[in-house]
Antibody
Framework: EVQLVESGGGLVQPGGSLRLSCAAS????????MTWVRQAPGKGLEWVST????????YHADSVKGRFSISRDNPRNTLYLQMNSLGAEDTAVYYC????????????WGQGILVTVSS | EIVMTQSPATLSVSPGERATLSCRAS??????LAWYQQKPGQAPRLLIS???TRATGIPARFSGSGSGTEFTLTISSLQSEDFAVYYCQQYNIWPPLFGGGSKVEIK
């Protein structure tokens, strides 16, 4: 059974940093692209970042480019999202999601983790 | 830049009735269109990929159709557990993009 469990969220001040983690199990982690999707309170879904299975290719939405960095540790079956220079517009539930291939649909999702940017 | 538009924003339906949701792309996405269901406080769940292929474990009352720029998600007979928000997502053109969502509420 595929499981994705996010951690590392919480309250952070504007301009601060946070690193999210997503622990994966139930599939061969290194084979698949992985993605972060976020959802601001009461809003829709927004693609944030994607990383290829071997970590060699990363992609970020324009809204986070230069501030966020996606990475992965395949031996530890863990996905990361390093978030810097956070602003109120980054307040959202962040989901990690499994892709069959980069740029594909998302067939498994974690339960989500809330990031609140506020002073 | 591609735009995904879902309609209606809210659909009020009685249990047992049919619900039809629309998703329109501003340019062709071929059949690279997925549908998700999201209930309050939960993560999205994949319903449909390839415009019409149900994901594993999805009941047959959910069906998807369309190609190019016009897509439809039909729920043939609404059950109580189907009241939720539904999102479409195109994955034909980078980056992946979601529609704004359609809420199906109890009439």
């Amino acid at each position: 059974e595929v499981q994705l469990v996010e951690s590392g969220g919480g309250l952070v001040q504007p301009g601060g940093s946070l690193r999210l983690s997503c622990a994966a199990s139930g599939f061969t982690f290194s084979t698949y692209a992985m993605t972060w999707v976020r959802q601001a309170p009461g809003k829709g879904l927004e693609w944030v970042s994607t990383i290829s299975g071997n970590g060699g290719a990363t992609y970020h939405a324009d809204s986070v480019k230069g501030r966020f960095s996606i990475s992965r540790d395949n031996p530890r079956n863990t996905l990361y999202l390093q978030m810097n220079s956070l602003g109120a517009e980054d307040t959202a539930v962040y989901y990690c999601a499994h892709n069959l291939v980069t740029g594909d649909f998302f067939d498994y999702w974690g339960q989500g983790i809330l990031v609140t940017v506020s002073s | 830049e591609i735009v995904m538009t879902q309609s209606p924003a809210t659909l009020s339906v009685s249990p047992g009735e049919r619900a039809t949701l629309s998703c329109r792309a501003s340019q062709s996405v071929s059949s690279n269109l997925a549908w998700y269901q999201q209930k309050p406080g939960q993560a999205p769940r994949l319903l449909i990929s390839g415009a019409s292929t149900r994901a594993t474990g999805i009941p047959a009352r959910f069906s998807g159709s369309g190609s190019g720029t016009e897509f439809t998600l039909t729920i043939s007979s609404l059950q109580s557990e189907d009241f939720a928000v539904y999102y479409c997502q195109q994955y034909n053109i980078w980056p992946p993009l979601f529609g704004g969502g359609s809420k199906v509420e109890i009439k």
